[in-house]
C-alpha cells in the first residue's frame, strides 16, 4: 500500500525549532518529486518546499521561509526532512507532504496536482 505518513509536530516557541519527518511505505521516494504544504485555519494550502527526485539536488522555497526552513531525504530510510529554524508564530498551520512522479520542480506548489499525501501534523508556534 502506497502511503506517507508524517510525524514530528508540535508546540514550539518562537524562535525554536522542529523537524518534520515523511517516510513512504510501499514506494520509493527516490521516484517522487516531494512537496511539503501547510495549511493555517481559514486559508488555503501553500507550498513551503518542495525537493526532487532522486539525488534530491534541487529544492524549492516559499519566500516566507527562505533562509529558515530545509528540506533533506534519506534514501536509506525512504524519509524526506523539513527542518524548521527560526519559528514564527505565522508558520502555525498542518503541515502535509505530498508525492507525485514528476520530473522537475515545476509544478511543485500546485497542491491540487498531487496524488498521494501523508495524513498532516499540527506545528503550533506560540509563547
Known amino acids: 500500500q502506497v502511503q506517507l505518513v508524517e510525524s514530528g509536530g508540535g508546540l514550539v516557541q518562537p524562535g525554536g525549532s522542529l523537524r518534520l519527518s515523511c517516510a513512504g511505505t510501499?514506494?520509493?521516494?527516490?521516484?517522487?518529486?516531494i512537496g511539503w504544504f501547510r495549511q493555517a485555519p481559514g486559508r488555503e494550502r501553500e507550498g513551503v518546499s518542495c525537493?526532487?527526485?532522486?539525488?534530491?539536488?534541487?529544492?524549492y522555497y516559499a519566500d516566507s521561509v527562505k533562509g529558515r526552513f530545509t528540506t533533506s531525504k534519506d534514501g536509506a530510510t525512504n524519509t524526506v526532512y523539513l527542518q524548521m529554524n527560526s519559528l514564527k508564530s505565522e508558520d502555525t498551520g498542518v503541515y502535509y507532504c505530498?508525492?507525485?512522479?514528476?520530473?522537475?520542480?515545476?509544478?511543485?506548489?500546485?497542491?491540487?496536482?498531487?496524488?498521494?499525501w501523508g495524513q498532516g501534523t499540527q506545528v503550533t508556534v506560540s509563547s
Open positions: 505530498a508525492a507525485e512522479r514528476w520530473k522537475q520542480l515545476r509544478q511543485c506548489t500546485h497542491y491540487a496536482e498531487y496524488h498521494t
Open positions: 525537493i526532487s527526485r532522486s539525488d534530491g539536488s534541487a529544492t
Open positions: 510501499g514506494f520509493s521516494l527516490d521516484d517522487y518529486v
